[in-house]
């Protein structure tokens, strides 16, 4: 019997090889570094976050015959590669109240308050701030990469400004 | 004009360094294609000859410039040393490492695809040793996993096979009975599923468990089959079966195995063969160690562990209301739980908790990263027991000024490191104390909270803010001071400026004692803040200029022993004040006012709250004399009260749990106490605590369960609690009428007596009685 996966794979397997890989690569070349970026600033982890990349185009590697007809691929990895860190954060018994840890990010910002203020996002705000300001995703692409409505990332992001202009504000009013 | 927010985000995005990342779509693409064996099928075949030669070439010593593992002894007496790593690439990328020997380290390693002609990943063992760094072979073709402990390791993994995504070769295990120098290896009669797509290892005592995957499905329940081999049999498996498990591996822990332990069914075994599908306590408790020969479980949080339905706390475990329990590492040698926690973010802050009963803990305080290191991750770490008892940790440090990460390396704490007891909870006493006492129905003017006071000549004076009678509510509140000199109410008149707009909260300085009144503020015709002292219970006075700036809005807290103090803590900008010079506290960044200031000895101790994103969160200060922050503790955002107190030499935490609880636990070195269990206590609920440094003293009310239903009264019985270590109690009620609700506060303690304002109302009407006023305890 025939599946959707043996169909896949013949006509995977049918694809000139070379060809396939080149293209994977230059999609790789183009996307790995920003993905591993913003899955570093969304967990905290520049090393795992880059582990986490890793692992998003290996199996973007796997599946690129599908991946490759996508509207976004590097959302599809991003997304991917974020589901896989946080899975490997629980599998290793890493819990954080927040797993954002700031002092991960490499290399360390200048902007300190900022920086303390995206660390006290939520994960779900934090990611549609990192696709939205580091990936530079439109509204459409991030609610696609994140598996959400349009209208849920325009909430998240929202809410996440409103609370970095909070804490950011709540900074400023310290004297100097 | 600031940075608009949406330029300081780019900004800061940008900032993170493009070329931080250095990737190569070869790792990718080996990656891929060692879990592909569904999509390439039978195209696997020349992989297989490749990685079958992988790296397995007999012991080779790498030609590089290794130095070797670095052992680092802690200071003399911490029975812990580093065993650090070669920081050179192939050691760095040890998943992960065992320490062996004095001075040595093995671990698994993956092989770089830049490291082979065929450019493919694998997985090989290194052993890094005084005499340079080996790969080890352990003479099997593809190895999988690797475990053990001691002299003892273990290897699994195929012959004549290679990589996941070809057919599976004869499953085999390698057995090193010295370190990892030698091994022996045999192939079992074990056939793995076509499907398999990791092996993994954990062994006991006298038996190994292998964990064969199925599918690739990482991260919710997948199935596994398990193979179980005595140790003295390694070809012939003894037991075998299907389980559908999360994606933990399997581990070694207390004599016996566990596989899979998240959101799922954990089994657990003590001989292999037999498998207990383990009940957890809660739902979403993990199954984390085997203690005594039964589960040991944490809750969700990786907050409250549970050693045979004995629950620890490890925040109130370690005095530490937000601990850092985010790398948490547990394991157990079977008579004894040891669990690795953060107490505290800075790098040293890891500590080692043992406990055989789940009841008494000792802790031992982790070396820090050595020298030439910033920090150590305890991330993707395991933690092993070797048979002469000592813990080994692996663990990665960041080399100093780097952000990257450097060699996995080995902390070792040997058995009689030192550790400290951390008493768990015990069982308070109270017992009842015949004294006397007497009312004193409060001044025609009814004091309103904040009330603060002390004992002068035959009577005391005190000082609240007060509303005139017959005002209406938005009329202004005024401070006022009144003395009760044993038989009538007199008002106090001070030089304080009149309508000082901060008359109330300077009126909190008040301080009596045996040198008499003193306050600080603004005088008439005064220059500057000024000491104000009576020695006549308020009667006349004497001023005198303080080297001390007056703040609107702040919240003066000083002492006689440490009158140079002011700090400014209320509704605004908060900072310290120490004769003039000024010092911004980070930790009040948000407003949060001390409600208590108590002088004890040469330090005062403040107690309040904070306003963080809309929860109330409890604080505690200890100002030492020069005005320098000895303590500090803040309280979690669960709202509960959370303050330290000094009690003796040491300090007592008092925790006010939310409702439905409403209890109240003391916890200090004498052990933990939770007051409502205690025998001789009914339902003590907790209105004020004051502290003298030699007692603790308590008022509240008791016998007030019906409260928690909504239904009846408050106590009309006020209950004063004393104790001088926290878990021996004295008790001392104060009954007023039926019918009357009483709540109470502390306003002065002393050796004799005892200073406790109530203030009462009708249960029914809720009306204020004229019952409420002062009572002073004799004792």
């Given amino acids: 019997m025939s599946t959707g996966a043996a169909d896949a794979t013949t006509e995977h397997v049918h694809e000139p090889r070379a060809d396939r890989e080149r293209e994977f690569a230059d999609f790789y070349e183009r996307h790995h570094g920003a993905v591993a970026r913003a899955i570093g600033a969304t967990i905290g982890d520049a090393a795992l976050g880059t582990e986490a990349a890793d692992e998003a185009m290996a199996r973007a590697y796997q599946r690129w015959h599908k991946i490759r007809g996508y509207d976004n691929p590097a959302g599809w990895t991003y997304r991917v590669g974020l589901n896989w860190s946080r899975s490997w954060a629980r599998r290793h018994r890493r819990q954080d109240h927040r797993l954002h840890r700031p002092d991960a990010i490499d290399p360390r910002p200048a902007d300190v308050d900022l920086e303390r ?36 990332v325009k909430s998240r992001l929202s809410r996440a400004l409103s609370e970095l202009e909070r804490h950011l504000g709540a900074t400023e009013e310290r004297p100097s | 004009m600031s940075t608009s927010l949406d330029e300081r985000l780019h900004r800061y995005f940008d900032a993170l360094d493009p070329e931080a990342v250095h990737g190569d779509p070869d790792r990718a693409i080996v990656r891929a294609r060692s879990r592909r064996r569904h999509q390439l099928g039978g195209m696997a075949g020349c992989l297989i000859v490749v990685l079958a030669g992988l790296g397995i070439v007999g012991a080779t010593l790498l030609d590089d410039d290794s130095p070797g593992p670095v052992v680092i002894e802690g200071e003399e007496g911490t029975g812990q040393r580093w065993i650090v790593g070669s920081s050179d690439r192939e050691l760095g990328l040890l998943r992960e490492a065992w320490a062996v020997g004095d001075d040595a380290i093995i671990g698994p390693s993956f092989v770089e695809p830049q490291d082979t002609e065929e450019g493919l990943r694998g997985l090989q063992v290194l052993r890094d040793d005084g005499d340079g760094k080996v790969i080890v072979d352990t003479g099997i073709d593809f190895l999988h996993d690797l475990a053990g402990a001691g002299d003892d390791l273990y290897a699994v993994g195929e012959m004549g096979a290679g990589m996941s995504n070809s057919p599976p070769g004869e499953l085999a295990i390698a057995h090193s009975s010295d370190a990892g120098r030698t091994w022996d290896v045999v192939t079992t009669d074990v056939e793995l599923p076509d499907d398999r797509s990791q092996v993994q290892i954990a062994t006991s ?159 031992t305080p982790l070396l820090g990263p050595p020298d030439g290191f910033d920090d150590v991750s305890y991330v993707d770490s395991h933690m092993t027991v070797d048979g002469e008892g000592r813990v080994m940790i692996d663990a990665i440090l960041r080399p100093s000024g780097t952000d990257v990460l450097g060699p996995r390396s080995v902390l070792v704490v040997e058995p009689d490191a030192p550790s400290t007891p951390i008493t768990g909870p015990v069982e ?120 001390l700036e007056i703040h609107p809005y702040t919240f003066p807290a000083w002492s006689r022993t440490a009158s140079h103090l002011l700090l400014g803590t209320f509704g605004g900008p908060n900072w310290f004040r120490n004769d003039g010079a000024y010092e911004e506290s980070s930790r009040l960044v948000t407003p949060g006012g001390a409600y208590e200031v108590n002088p004890v000895g040469d330090d005062l101790w403040l107690r309040g709250s904070k306003d963080i994103d809309g929860d109330q969160v409890s604080w505690t200060m200890k100002l030492a004399g020069d005005g320098t922050v000895e303590e500090w503790t803040l309280g979690d955002d669960t709202g509960q009260m959370n303050h330290v107190f000094p009690l003796r030499d040491d300090t007592v935490t008092v925790v006010e749990e939310n409702p439905p609880l409403l209890t109240t636990t003391v916890s200090g070195p004498s052990g933990e106490v939770v007051l409502n269990e205690v025998d001789g206590l009914e339902d003590f609920l907790l209105y004020d605590v004051r502290a003298t440094g030699d007692e603790l003293i308590l008022v509240g009310a008791d016998g007030r369960s019906s409260m928690l239903t909504g239904v009846g009264n408050l106590s009309n019985v006020l209950t004063l609690l004393w104790s001088s270590d926290g878990v021996s109690w004295s008790r001392y009620d104060i009954a007023l009428d039926e ?41």
């Fill in chain 1, 117 to 152: 203020a995206i660390s006290a996002l939520s994960d779900d705000h934090r990611a549609v701030v990192v696709c939205r300001y580091l990936l530079d995703w439109s509204i459409e692409t991030t609610a696609d990469a994140l598996d959400l409505r349009p209208g849920t």
């Fill in chain 2, 205 to 363: 005592d006298d038996f190994l468990v292998i964990q064969a995957r199925r599918g690739v499905d990482i991260g919710g329940q997948t199935a596994h089959v398990l193979h179980t081999f005595d140790l003295d049999e390694l070809g012939t498996s003894v037991a075998s079966r299907d389980a559908s498990t999360g994606p933990w591996s399997p581990r070694a822990s207390g004599g016996g195995v566990i596989v899979g332990a998240e959101a799922g069914e954990p089994l657990w075994s003590l001989d292999g063969t037999n498998w207990t599908e383990a009940d957890p306590p809660t739902e979403d408790a993990l199954m984390v160690a085997i203690l005594s020969g039964e589960p040991v479980w944490i809750d969700v949080n990786f907050r409250v562990i549970d050693v045979g339905g004995i629950q620890t706390d490890l925040a109130q475990l370690l005095g530490a209301p937000e601990p850092f329990v985010s790398h948490l590492l547990v394991t157990s040698d079977g008579d004894e739980l040891q669990v690795v926690v953060r107490a505290d973010d800075s790098p040293d802050g890891y500590r080692l908790l043992r406990t055989e009963d789940g009841i008494d803990w000792s802790t």
């Fill in chain 2, 428 to 547: 308070g006493t109270v017992r009842d104390v015949e004294l006397s006492h007497q009312l004193i129905e409060g001044p025609e003017v009814p004091f309103f909270s904040g009330t603060t006071g002390g004992f002068v000549d035959d009577g005391f004076v005190v000082w609240g803010s007060v509303q005139r009678a017959g005002s209406g509510p938005d009329d202004p509140l005024e401070s006022q001071f009144m003395r009760w000199d044993g038989s009538a109410w007199a008002t106090v008149t001070t030089p304080l400026v009149e309508g000082d707009p901060d008359d109330g909260g300077w009126g909190r300085t008040l301080v009596a004692d045996d040198q008499g009144l003193a306050l600080i503020g603004l005088v008439d015709g005064g220059d500057g803040t000024q000491l104000i002292e009576s020695t006549d219970g308020g009667r006349t006075w004497t001023t005198a200029a303080l080297p």
């Fill in chain 2, 739 to 779: 019918g009357l609700e009483v709540g109470g506060s502390l306003i002065a303690v002393t050796d004799d007596q005892v200073l406790v304002e109530l203030s009462a109302k009708d249960a029914n009407s809720g009306e204020p009685s004229t019952s409420s006023g002062f009572a002073i305890v004799e004792r």
